[in-house]
């Protein structure tokens, strides 16, 4: 499943455990996500929101860091 990020406030959906706070069931995709789903954190829409890519062993976190 995959990871959301808020690209205001960086709260982190992930599909998997949903959003429960919302009303949110665990192991909603986004995309099933109502579209006046709001981000919990600052309130902004889905368009918002970034896919987090989630590749298993391919974490570069030494490219991340630079500025
Ligand atoms: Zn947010």
Redesign the pocket.
């Known amino acids: 499943m995959a990871r959301w990020v ?1 690209s ?2 960086d ?1 982190e959906y992930t599909e998997e455990a949903g959003d429960p706070a919302t009303g949110i069931p665990p192991g909603t995709p986004f995309e099933d996500l109502p579209d006046d789903w709001r ?1 919990p ?2 309130s ?1 829409g889905k368009e ?1 929101f970034v896919r987090a890519s989630e590749e298993e062993g391919e974490v570069r976190t030494d490219e991340e860091d630079y500025l």
Do not use: L
Request: proline fraction near 0%; charge should be neutral.
């Open positions: 808020c205001v406030c709260y981000c954190g600052c902004v918002a």
